[in-house]
């Protein structure tokens, strides 16, 4: 069974940029999709990028541009780097399989955007 743990998040200032990184216990290599959700108080939580083990990307139209998925499967990790970081990007971050797994679900690791 594999076990995510999310980190990095942290205070950032608008325009600023941050990585955070999700840590599996367990081996990702054999699923297909891994991806970054987030969630903001009072919203649902939404799929913001994923990637195929092949390195295909796709994100969310409110992040394209700004975030870099990417996928180290020897290491077991998963990364986000977010630039160009908005107040309306602050929100919990949390990593999953696509589709997402009720099993997956990790604590997040809050952002917080400054204006």
């Known amino acids: 069974q594999v076990r995510l743990v999310e980190s990095g998040g942290g205070l950032v200032q608008a325009g600023g940029s941050l990585r955070i990184s999700c840590a599996a216990f367990?081996?990702?290599?054999?699923?297909?999709?891994m991806g970054w959700y987030r969630q903001a108080p009072g919203k649902q939580r939404e799929l913001v990028a994923s990637?195929?083990?092949?390195?295909?990307?796709n994100y969310a139209d409110s992040v394209k541009g700004r975030f870099i998925i990417s996928r180290d499967n020897a290491k077991n990790r998963v990364l986000l780097e977010m630039n160009s970081l908005k107040p309306e990007d602050t929100a919990v971050y949390y990593c999953?399989?696509?589709?997402?797994?009720?099993?997956?679900w990790g604590q997040g690791t809050q952002v917080t955007v400054s204006s």
């Open positions: 999953n399989t696509v589709p997402r797994s009720s099993d997956y």
């Open positions: 367990g081996s990702i290599f054999n699923i297909n999709t």
């Open positions: 990637i195929t083990t092949v390195g295909s990307t």
